[in-house]
């Protein structure tokens, strides 16, 4: 490639960086939204399918085993092959999975078009990240990712809403049909530009090998960990004999990864990343947030619709200030993160922790069917905490990792929000049902809500943590 050829293809990236970032956000927004989106619309999947509870189970839980399974794996392919390539890819799979969900005819159909979408989702998503580090430097990479972030916030908390509205309008026993149908449109126009003003990969280099025996133990290693997790949500008995077998398989995938590198080939994982100290603290940091940020949606909606007997639309309304406040402060406090580093971390975790504190208090109370009104300020204190967090701390994480390895390092930082979030929920379920069977709806959610605290409380202290340790290096 010529040294012209070269510079008008940075110029075109450079023109194009905005409008393929609308692209990256619309995508990102679907398949995150996929997480949340399905959970209101069970009931008339089991009503419109005749559906069994382990089905449905599978249907939320088999969506987020496939999506963290493949996250490393696609952001190294991506890495090495291409991230529009991965990108396209990802989406067209996406898109069509969705349809076949959609035009499902029996449980079975279902899950196994779910597990596709998941991997697709997880397909794409890091290739949104490596796309934003490619194009975006300095302040306006924040602000990019500040809009990531938002988006992040955004589909997770409006999908309850957006499932609750859906099933509204088009019949609880075919509604939920369109919430996969809704992706395909949104897909299709997502497609058509992407190949327009997503930038041209450039592989003129010889493409590596992919590391085959470090994806199988990795893989290994998060099927230990998050199959026991799925299969509790089923409620047909969970095999927690696996994760005793997580911390070998972990050691033995370590013990690979140095010597594939040693043998002058690229491993799946480049373990110099850890060495990294603002990506470990953040990846880590990120791994406990979402714990407690994901769980909450969780116990809010059992607690909205089966203890007050809300509505899924009332219930999604009750948690849109959370999803206001989140998306709000990410989109601004990507401006303010170059300046203020992982300190603006710091402050939105206080923020969020002072908010569900509340929220529980309130919650506990006993306000019955106008708990949502009388929780809003607290869910908005919560929400403008969150963004605060997420947005930024996605900057800080990456912020000193080489822009060709963008892919790997968000794959394995998503990799670790998504155990963290099957950790989150799993133990937040559990205490929510424990403290059901003794003390009714008003103590379950208290216990529940306190799950989040106080995961939100620990990632409290490994910011402290490290701005402790970034004070000491300074001086």
């Known amino acids: ?10 110029a075109q990236e450079s023109g194009h960086r905005w409008p393929a970032l609308v692209i990256c956000l619309l995508a990102g927004f679907m398949t995150l939204l996929d997480v949340s989106i399905v959970n209101v619309a069970l009931p008339s999947m089991q009503q419109g399918l005749d559906a069994p509870p382990v089905a449905l189970a599978w249907v939320v839980s088999g969506y987020a085993l496939t ?3 493949v996250l490393v794996p696609a952001g190294r392919l991506g890495d090495d092959r291409g991230r529009t390539r991965m990108f396209v890819l990802a989406l067209l799979l996406f898109t069509a999975a969705s349809a076949v969900a959609g035009f499902a005819t029996g449980p079975l159909w279902l899950v196994i078009a779910r597990l596709v979408q998941g991997a697709a989702g997880g397909m794409l998503n890091p290739q949104v990240l490596g796309l934003i580090q490619q194009l975006f430097h300095g302040p306006e990479r924040g602000r990019a990712f500040g809009l990531f972030g938002a988006v992040v916030g955004l589909s997770t908390a409006i999908g309850p809403l957006l499932g609750g509205l859906i099933i509204e309008l088009a019949g609880a026993e075919q509604g939920w049909r369109w919430v996969f149908f809704v992706n395909v449109p949104i897909g299709l126009v997502a497609l058509a530009f992407a190949l327009k003003v997503l930038p041209r990969d450039r592989t003129s280099e010889q493409p590596q090998s992919l590391d085959l025996l470090g994806v199988l133990l990795l893989a290994l290693t998060l099927l230990a960990v998050l199959l026991p997790l799925v299969e509790r949500e089923s409620g047909s008995g969970s095999p927690w004999w696996l994760m005793g077998t997580a911390p070998v398989l972990l050691v033995l995938f370590v013990l690979w990864e140095r010597r594939y590198a040693a043998r002058g080939r690229q491993p799946l994982v480049d373990l110099g990343l850890f060495r990294i100290s603002s990506y470990t603290f953040g990846s880590t940091l990120g791994m406990v947030y979402f714990a407690g940020f994901t769980s909450i949606f969780f116990v809010l909606a059992l607690y909205f619709q089966r203890g007050l007997g809300y509505s899924p639309l009332q219930a999604g309304l009750s948690m849109t200030p959370f999803a206001i406040g989140s998306a709000a402060a990410s989109a601004v406090s990507g401006r303010f993160v170059h300046r203020y580093g992982r300190s603006l971390v710091v402050a939105g975790l206080v923020a969020a922790l002072v908010g569900l504190v509340l929220a529980d208090v309130l919650l506990g109370s006993g306000f019955g069917g106008y708990a949502g009104l009388v929780t809003a300020p607290a869910l908005l204190l919560a929400g403008l905490g969150s963004g605060t967090v997420i947005s930024p ?62 995961f939100v409380a620990v990632a409290l202290v490994i910011g402290v943590v490290e701005q402790l340790a970034v004070t000491r290096r300074r001086r």
């Open 1 to 10: 490639m010529t040294r012209t050829s070269s510079n008008q293809e940075l």
């Open 67 to 69: 999506f963290g399974l």
């Open 393 to 454: 701390n996605q900057t800080v994480t990456l912020s000193e990792v080489d822009t060709a390895r963008g892919g790997t390092a968000a794959g394995v930082q998503q990799t670790a929000q998504r155990l963290g979030t099957a950790i989150g929920t799993a133990t937040a379920s559990g205490l929510f049902f424990a403290a059901l069977a003794g003390g009714g709806y008003d103590a379950a959610i208290s216990t529940g809500l306190l799950v989040s605290v106080g």
